[in-house]
């Protein structure tokens, strides 16, 4: 079984699963607990939620799974629920291609925002596929820590096309809910 990811989802797989998604300017952060075998793959859109309205791409007031500080989080907290120890963990991330011309280079500041987050929660990074100009298609198997990464091409429409509906959704769709950060 393969659990497919769209922007602001994560999946914690105990079970053996895949996990899939593909990305522009968006980020995945592959984490798993390499004692354990377990873990998982978030899909954030933008790097910090800016609940006073100062976001790049609008006022959307919310704290989602959309946003990067919020998806690592629920992340890793989700993997320590299941038994999964901070100091087992292990991160590959991938994502951040610049694929719009017309936008800010938000894959740019994605992958600013996830390094300095890995590096300052002391996880240690076992792999990158990051920047550049190409959306990539990843497929993630959590028990091996295998992530296999196809970069696709940069016209490819339909990542164009998702890339741009993103942007409308966030600008217009704020997402409701409590969150708590620890």
């Known amino acids: 079984m393969v659990a497919t990811l769209h922007p602001g989802d994560y999946y914690v797989a105990a079970t053996g699963e895949l996990i899939g998604t593909i990305l522009g300017s968006c980020v995945s952060a592959c984490i798993r607990d390499s004692r354990l075998r377990i873990g998982g793959m978030n899909h954030f859109m933008l790097p910090v939620d800016h609940s006073d309205g100062s976001g790049a791409w609008g006022s959307t ?15 890793i907290n989700e993997i320590l629920k299941l038994g999964g120890r901070r100091a087992d963990l ?11 011309d017309s936008l800010s280079d938000v894959g740019a500041r994605n ?20 920047g550049d100009l190409y959306p990539r298609k990843v497929l993630y198997d959590p ?28 600008d217009s769709t704020p997402v409701g ?6």
Do not use: C, P
């Not at 991160?91 to 694929?99: A, D, Q």
């Not at 091996?144 to 339909?158: E, I, P, W």
């Not at 809910?177 to 620890?182: A, K, M, N, R």
């Open 143 to 170: 028990a091996s820590g295998s992530a296999q990464v196809k970069r696709l091409a940069r016209s490819d429409g339909r990542v164009v096309a998702d890339e741009t509906r993103y942007k409308r959704a966030i």
């Open 111 to 130: 992958i600013r925002f996830v390094k300095e987050y890995v590096q300052a929660e002391g996880f240690t990074v076992v792999g990158e596929d990051l």
């Open 61 to 75: 007031a919310s704290a989602a799974t959309r946003f990067g500080n919020v998806a690592m989080e629920r992340l």
């Open 90 to 100: 292990e991160v590959k991330l991938v994502g951040g291609g610049k694929v719009l």
């Open 177 to 182: 809910g409590d969150i708590e950060l620890f």
